[in-house]
Every structure is written in structure tokens, then in C-alpha cells.
């Protein structure tokens, strides 16, 4: 795929980035299709360039903590934390690349963060979800009307202090109707 | 202020819970593409 982008239309530079999900889903024989969408997909994007502005900023917000927790005898998975009890530092920054274009109109909002989506993870039920990067990405479609991405930042054993709490019957009535079970 | 030539596109709805999205920069003279698969964006 990269080889048709570099050597039949001229890209200098692609990356690829996947979600990271604990609750969707994925076939094996969807692969070949997705390759043909996402190639398409880029070329009618390429095609289609506007000016814009980009602007980026970044704070931190402590809504994630460290799993591993290290004792004497070796280590503890603390797998949620709704009393937020203090563990190793994580890096929960959270990050914003912003594109406007020229009219100042909101374009897109690139957005980064920690923490696993698994605050709708259910570790004994096959659930659909896209967790809290959809909520993310609500609040910035109701605010600036723009287009989202969420990427994960630096995730590593790192988990929401509410991780867990899922509100499992809606996340199964959710996956049961969109696969036309219910 | 950077000034560039971006683009954004996604995929239509497809019959699984997948979307492409797309993000194209160019400086008139390099183009960058970046490519989310999103297994999870139609909820």
C-alpha cells in the first residue's frame, strides 16, 4: 500500500495509525477492502486541499493513573481507580493540533490522551464502544462544529480513574442492534 | 501562522464499525498523508 503512495503518486510521506480498541471489532477478510479504502480514501483528499491555519496546544489533565502497582512481593493490577489512589506517574498531558481554515472557521481537531479506552470495557461481555474518545469528540463537535481524530498518546499500562464502569447493558443493546441481533 | 494546503476526507459508512479518515498536507511542493483507521467511530 505505502509503495502505491510513494511510487505511483508521488507522496513523500505516510503514516498509518490504527485505534487502539477494547471494544470493537474487526475481520480478517475486511483487510483487503481496507487497503483499497484507504488508498481512495487519501487520493480524494489530495485532491481536494484547502488552506488552513494550524495551531497546537497541550495541558494536563489527571483523569489517568498507572495499573501496575509495585509491592514487596511483586506487582498488583489495579484495574480501576475511582478513589484515584496515587500510584506511578503517567504522562497525561493532553494534546491538541488544530486546523482552522483561512475564514477562521473550526476545521479539524486532532486530539491526544493517555488513557486506554476501557472506561466501557466489559472484561466478560463482547461490547461495541468507542468509550470516552467519542465522548471527546462530541463535546468538540457541539462546541466547534469541526471534525475529530483521537489518537493515544503515551498508553502504556495506563487506564482511566473510571475504568471499567461500564454501563453494560446499553454497550450490549448498542452492539446487539448494530449487528441485528436484537 | 503557517499557512498550508490540507485536505480531510472520510469514508462513507461502511457495514462495520469502520471508518477511514484521511489527512493530506501539502506545502505546494511535499505531500504528507496521515491515515486513521477508526474501529470505533460510528458510536
Redesign the interface.
Known amino acids: 500500500m505505502l509503495e502505491v503512495?510513494y511510487k505511483q503518486h508521488?507522496?513523500?510521506?505516510?503514516?498509518?495509525?490504527?485505534?487502539h480498541?477494547h471494544?470493537?471489532?474487526?475481520?480478517e477478510n475486511?483487510a483487503l477492502t481496507?487497503n483499497h479504502?484507504?488508498i481512495?480514501?487519501?487520493l480524494?483528499?489530495?485532491?481536494?486541499?484547502?488552506?488552513?491555519?494550524?495551531g497546537a496546544a497541550q495541558t494536563t489533565i489527571d483523569e489517568s493513573y498507572n495499573r501496575i502497582v509495585h509491592q514487596a512481593d511483586g506487582i498488583v493490577m489495579l484495574w480501576t481507580n475511582p478513589k484515584r489512589i496515587k500510584t506511578r506517574p503517567v504522562d497525561n498531558t493532553l494534546s491538541v493540533v488544530h486546523?482552522k481554515i483561512?475564514d477562521e472557521q473550526p476545521?479539524?481537531s486532532?486530539v491526544f490522551y493517555n488513557a486506554h479506552?476501557v472506561v466501557t470495557m466489559a472484561l466478560n461481555d463482547v461490547v461495541?464502544?468507542?468509550?470516552y474518545?467519542?465522548q471527546i469528540a462530541k463535546v468538540i463537535r457541539q462546541n466547534l462544529d469541526s471534525?475529530v481524530?483521537?489518537?493515544l498518546g503515551a498508553a502504556g499500562d495506563v487506564n482511566p480513574y473510571d475504568a471499567n464502569t461500564t454501563p453494560i447493558a446499553l454497550c450490549i443493546c448498542?452492539s446487539l442492534k448494530?449487528w441485528g441481533l436484537s | 501562522m503557517l499557512t498550508i494546503l490540507n485536505g480531510f476526507q472520510l469514508t462513507d459508512k461502511i457495514d462495520d464499525p469502520i471508518l477511514v479518515k484521511a489527512l493530506v498536507l501539502s506545502d505546494g511542493k511535499h505531500r504528507m498523508a496521515m491515515v486513521v483507521v477508526d474501529a470505533t467511530a460510528l458510536y
Do not use: C, E, M, Q
Open positions: 503512495f508521488d507522496f513523500d510521506y505516510v503514516t498509518l495509525s490504527v485505534t480498541t471494544s470493537g471489532v474487526f475481520s475486511r481496507l479504502t484507504i481512495d480514501t487519501v480524494v483528499t489530495g485532491n481536494n486541499l484547502t488552506a488552513v491555519k494550524i486546523f483561512l476545521f479539524l486532532w479506552p461495541i464502544s468507542a468509550d474518545p467519542r471534525h481524530i483521537f489518537s448498542v448494530k
